[in-house]
């Protein structure tokens, strides 16, 4: 009887959460940039490069940049 009384109070705890917050929209993929939506299509692939990447990678350079470009292709590019 106690575990279902917990069960129903963290049940409520969680949607007075959610309606205080107001986050009742669809979740946004944690490799988009904030303000980036991830479209419709069916891969869910960001744009290329760190403007469309959510933090900043510590360093970026031609070889990284052209990595993310490539991507999802299978072979890479051809400037290593």
């Known amino acids: 009887m ?3 009384r917990l069960a129903a109070l963290g049940g409520l705890g969680y ?3 959610r309606a205080f917050t107001g ?3 669809k979740l946004q993929h944690a ?3 904030p303000g980036e939506t ?3 299509n069916f891969a869910k692939v960001r744009n290329a490069g760190t403007d469309s990447m959510r933090s900043d ?3 970026w350079d031609k070889q990284d940049q052209a990595g993310d470009e490539s991507f999802p ?3 890479p590019p051809a400037t290593y």
């Open 23 to 25: 986050n009742r929209g």
């Open 73 to 75: 292709a299978s072979d």
């Open 2 to 4: 106690g575990l279902l």
């Open 38 to 40: 991830d479209g419709e």
């Open 57 to 59: 990678p510590p360093k």
């Open 31 to 33: 490799g988009f940039a």
């Open 15 to 17: 949607a007075a959460w």
